[in-house]
Structures are given as C-alpha cells and as structure tokens.
C-alpha cells in the first residue's frame, strides 16, 4: 500500500527526500498558499485539485494554525522584510458565514505573525464599507479599494505594503489592480480566467516521474492519467467526438495499469471544466458512449461554472476511489500550505456520495485533521489514523507543480 511506502522512504531516505524537495524549490518558489484535493485509494495517493486561492483555513487544528502563522512569518520576512501591513482581497460571498470564518482566521493568523491585516472588497470598491459576521460572530469589515496613480489603499486610510489574493478571479483580472507597484500574490496572472488545470497537471505529471525515478516508485502511484480536449459546446453538442476520443484514451491507459496491478474494478473518468473550482463543471462517465448520451440536464450543468463563465474546454482525469471515511462517510483528504510547505490539513465528506464519486458536491462537510504529532486537538481529533506526512509529501509535490505552470509555452494569454 502506498502508505507503507511513504512511510518506509521516509524512515530510510527522509533526508534525501527533504534535499531532493528543497532543490526543486529553489528552481521555482511556491506561491504564498496552496490547498491541494487528494484521493487515497489504498494503491494510490494523487492529488485531482490545486487551489491557489484557498478558503476553508477555519477549518484547520489549532496546532495547524500555529504552524501556518510561523511560515507566514518566515516567508515574509525573508521576502518581504520590510512589510508590517497587508491587504486581503476576498471573494464575493459576503453571505457564506463558513468563507467569512475562513477571512476571519486568515486575519488573526498574519495578526499572529506581526502584521496587520485588513479586507479590502471587490464589491464594495465603489460603496461603502461592508460590515459582515462570520460563522463564529467574529465581525469582519470589508473596505472599497481606493486607487491613486499605481497605489491602491482602502478608504479609511490603510496602506498596504503587500496584496494577498483570497479571489481566484474566474471572472478575469480586477482592472483595479493591474499595474500595481504593491506586490500582488498570487499573481493576477493565476486566477482561474487564465490558468488550466491540464497546464498544472502536465507540470505534476513531470514533476511526479522526476520524483519517482529518483526513490524507486512507479509515477503512477502519485499521479492520475489525464487528457484535455479543447472547443467543446456543451449546449450545442459541438466537440463532443474529441471528448469521447480523450475519455477513451484515458480510460484504456487506466485498464492496462489496472491489469498491470491485478485491479479487478472497471476505471472510470471525471470530465472537468479545465479552469474553475466550487466542484461545478464535474461529471462522470465509465465509457465514450456515455459522452454522446448525456442529457439536456448534464449538458446544462458543464456549460456554465461560477459566476457564469462558458466552459470550452476540458479536461478528463483518471477517477481514483476513496478509501478514506470519516463517520462513516466517505472521504478526501484536503492539504494546506503556506509557500510549500504543509501546515495542516482537513477532510473533505460527503455522506449522498459513494467512494467514486466527485465529493466537492451537495451533502459535503468538512472535519478538522490532527496530524500524528497533535495529541490533544479537540473536535479536530475526529479521524483516526492519519497520515498527514505522506498526504504532505504528495501535496508538495503539487505546489511545487504549480510553480511550473507555464503559460507562455502552452499559448494561453493574459
């Protein structure tokens, strides 16, 4: 099993590994946070999602939080030296009590860290002040933005040294901020109107079978077959030839490594829009006939994504069934870090879904994950057997993979 593994690399070559990680950082550094979505299937352990606008911080254990807040110190005082005030920039869910308690916490942990933090809204950049309450009644106010020359401040006279993006921009770049002097991470450049997820797997695609030459694994083990295919028309039934090629495709690479492996279960597929989040633009499929059948309902679902952006294009990636349950239900571990570096972790749940299916849907929950070291963590304590460093490793991984995404090579313009 993958988790034995891990755990015999890390008693036998931990700090081969711990160099191996530290020179791939220096060829490309981080982005300041990352969340990465695994599947654990028992075999195999791969990352499907890598966030680099992460919510859900609330979610994480108090020992979590005090490591995350140490990193931010760390990453800014080396990067960032001079600064001692930072502006966040949410996104728009002024209504969603659970992202407020994540901003809410953001903010206590660079408070944590020695620097003052404050929101400064989208929404409100041409109104007032937004007062909010979160999910724990912590009071939040969000700013409008006010900009002067290339200097953007917030209304009540807050001057940020340092912009943090916590709006993953599916909607495009904010015009507000482009040309800044301040410092805006992460980049514009790599908000979900631009960025791809076959980009960002064909970087983990490399970086994985680097990873596993050099400690004696099989790729395939940390990673999951993917194809993208571009120009579909969901509504208009156009591209769906090429989509049903690519589920093929994938597919009949996933039947030979199951062979390979003694699997007896069929493989199955997620087709995904290729940029956006929120588990919107997901279905399943188990075969290229499926692609030509699906209804005037499903077609409907994958056309649209968040805030009403069309989606054209695709990706289709390998489905790997969850082993992991928590209360009963099934399962996915979801790793956070703070530029690279794993500081704590949480389990996405969803009780209306099987071990196959997309989890990041209706029903779904979060629980709280203690690392092996937390012996006291409260409500966090909820799941047993945690394997929060090889979940950590595989993470990396996808940070470091997000780092590489290049966008220039792939012809995908701002």
């Given at each position: 099993?993958?988790?034995?593994?891990?755990?015999?690399?890390?008693?036998t070559?931990h700090?081969?590994?711990?160099?191996?990680?530290?020179?791939?950082?220096k060829?490309?550094?981080?982005?300041?946070?990352?969340?990465?979505?695994?599947r654990?299937s028992?075999l195999r352990?791969?990352?499907?999602?890598?966030?680099?606008?992460?919510?859900?911080?609330?979610?994480?254990s108090?020992a979590?939080r005090?490591?995350?807040?140490k990193?931010?110190?760390?990453?800014?005082?080396?990067?960032?030296p001079?600064v001692?005030?930072?502006?966040i920039?949410?996104?728009?869910h002024?209504r969603?009590?659970?992202?407020?308690?994540?901003?809410?916490t953001?903010?206590?942990?660079?408070?944590?860290?020695?620097?003052?933090?404050?929101?400064?809204s989208?929404?409100?950049?041409?109104?007032?002040?937004?007062?909010l309450?979160s999910?724990?009644?912590?009071?939040?106010?969000?700013?409008p933005?006010?900009?002067?020359?290339?200097?953007?401040?917030?209304?009540?006279?807050?001057?940020?040294?340092l912009?943090?993006?916590?709006?993953d921009?599916?909607?495009?770049?904010?015009e507000i901020?482009?040309?800044?002097?301040?410092?805006?991470?992460?980049?514009?450049g790599?908000?979900?109107?631009?960025?791809?997820?076959?980009?960002?797997?064909?970087?983990?695609?490399?970086?994985?079978?680097?990873?596993?030459?050099e400690?004696?694994l099989d790729?395939?083990?940390l990673s999951?077959?993917?194809?993208?295919?571009g120009?579909?028309d969901f509504?208009?039934r156009?591209?769906?030839d090429?989509?049903?090629?690519?589920?093929?495709?994938?597919?009949?690479?996933?039947?030979?490594?199951?062979?390979q492996?003694g699997?007896?279960?069929?493989p199955?597929?997620?087709?995904?829009?290729?940029?956006?989040?929120?588990?919107?633009?997901?279905m399943?499929?188990r075969?290229?006939?499926?692609?030509?059948?699906?209804n005037?309902?499903?077609?409907?679902k994958?056309?649209?994504i968040?805030?009403?952006?069309r989606v054209?294009?695709?990706?289709?990636?390998?489905?790997?069934?969850?082993v992991?349950v928590?209360?009963?239900?099934?399962?996915?571990?979801?790793?956070?870090?703070?530029?690279?570096?794993?500081?704590?972790?949480?389990?996405?749940?969803?009780?209306?879904?099987d071990?196959?299916g997309n989890?990041?849907?209706?029903g779904?929950e979060?629980?709280?994950?203690?690392?092996?070291?937390e012996s006291?963590?409260?409500?966090?304590k909820?799941?047993k057997g945690?394997?929060?460093?090889?979940?950590?490793?595989v993470a990396?991984l996808?940070?470091?993979?997000?780092?590489?995404?290049?966008?220039?090579?792939?012809?995908?313009?701002?």
């Amino acid at each position: 099993m993958i988790l034995d593994t891990f755990k015999q690399l890390s008693e036998t070559r931990h700090d081969d590994i711990e160099r191996w990680l530290s020179a791939r950082r220096k060829e490309a550094s981080p982005f300041f946070y990352t969340s990465v979505d695994l599947r654990h299937s028992g075999l195999r352990l791969a990352p499907v999602d890598t966030n680099l606008f992460p919510a859900g911080f609330n979610n994480l254990s108090p020992a979590a939080r005090v490591r995350a807040s140490k990193v931010i110190a760390r990453l800014l005082a080396e990067q960032y030296p001079s600064v001692k005030n930072v502006l966040i920039i949410p996104e728009n869910h002024t209504r969603n009590l659970a992202y407020l308690e994540n901003l809410a916490t953001l903010l206590a942990l660079f408070a944590d860290a020695g620097v003052e933090a404050q929101l400064g809204s989208l929404a409100a950049a041409k109104g007032e002040p937004i007062a909010l309450e979160s999910l724990s009644g912590a009071a939040l106010t969000e700013h409008p933005l006010v900009r002067s020359g290339n200097v953007i401040a917030l209304e009540n006279g807050f001057s940020p040294e340092l912009i943090i993006m916590n709006n993953d921009m599916t909607a495009g770049s904010p015009e507000i901020l482009e040309g800044l002097t301040q410092p805006v991470i992460p980049p514009l450049g790599m908000g979900w109107y631009r960025r791809r997820k076959s980009v960002h797997f064909c970087a983990y695609k490399k970086l994985a079978e680097d990873f596993a030459k050099e400690f004696s694994l099989d790729p395939w083990l940390l990673s999951a077959e993917f194809h993208r295919c571009g120009t579909v028309d969901f509504k208009e039934r156009e591209g769906l030839d090429c989509l049903a090629k690519g589920v093929e495709k994938v597919l009949a690479a996933a039947r030979e490594k199951h062979k390979q492996y003694g699997i007896s279960e069929d493989p199955y597929v997620f087709i995904k829009a290729d940029s956006g989040t929120y588990g919107m633009g997901i279905m399943t499929v188990r075969s290229a006939d499926e692609v030509f059948e699906m209804n005037k309902k499903d077609r409907n679902k994958m056309n649209v994504i968040k805030e009403g952006a069309r989606v054209s294009e695709v990706i289709i990636q390998e489905g790997i069934p969850t082993v992991d349950v928590v209360s009963e239900k099934v399962a996915e571990p979801m790793v956070y870090m703070i530029d690279g570096i794993p500081v704590g972790g949480m389990y996405r749940v969803n009780g209306q879904r099987d071990a196959l299916g997309n989890l990041n849907a209706a029903g779904m929950e979060f629980t709280g994950m203690c690392d092996e070291e937390e012996s006291n963590c409260g409500k966090w304590k909820s799941v047993k057997g945690c394997h929060f460093g090889a979940y950590g490793l595989v993470a990396a991984l996808a940070a470091l993979a997000a780092a590489r995404e290049d966008y220039d090579v792939q012809g995908i313009g701002i």
